[in-house]
């Protein structure tokens, strides 16, 4: 099992930047993708960004690609995202989900473990 822990999130204006961080325990020993995803009230839970346990790669939602940067502290098991120019549309239950090995990084139905989320809030 893995544990998987979200902080950062809070209230934020148009413009302004938060930075998630999502600390993993448990069975870390092997490689997991990481990914980042989002749900926001009457909605579904969308991808937002994620990065694979093979590779320094990472892959973006279109809506946040050039906004928002992922990236892992491997030594740490922790994954940070830190999103900038924030939009009101960004408002959302924000989740972190691992899962280990490779596949579809935007599929949240292949993810394993989840954390239990942190709001995040935009106004304008």
């Known amino acids: 099992q893995v544990q998987l822990v979200e902080s950062g999130g809070g209230l934020a204006q148009a413009g302004d930047s938060l930075r998630l961080s999502c600390a993993a325990s448990g069975r870390t020993s092997s490689p997991l993708t990481m990914g980042w995803f989002r749900q926001a009230p009457g909605e579904e839970r969308e991808f937002v960004a994620g990065i694979p346990s093979s590779t320094s790669a990472t892959f973006y939602a279109d809506s946040v690609r050039g906004r928002f940067t992922i990236s892992r502290d491997n030594a740490k098991n922790t994954v940070h995202l830190q999103m900038n120019s924030l939009r009101p549309e960004d408002t959302a239950v924000y989740y972190c989900?691992?899962?280990?090995?490779?596949?579809?990084?935007?599929?949240?139905?292949?993810?394993?473990?989840w954390g239990q989320g942190t709001q995040v809030t935009v106004s304008s």
């Open positions: 989900a691992a899962v280990s090995g490779v596949g579809p990084i935007n599929n949240p139905a292949r993810y394993d473990y």
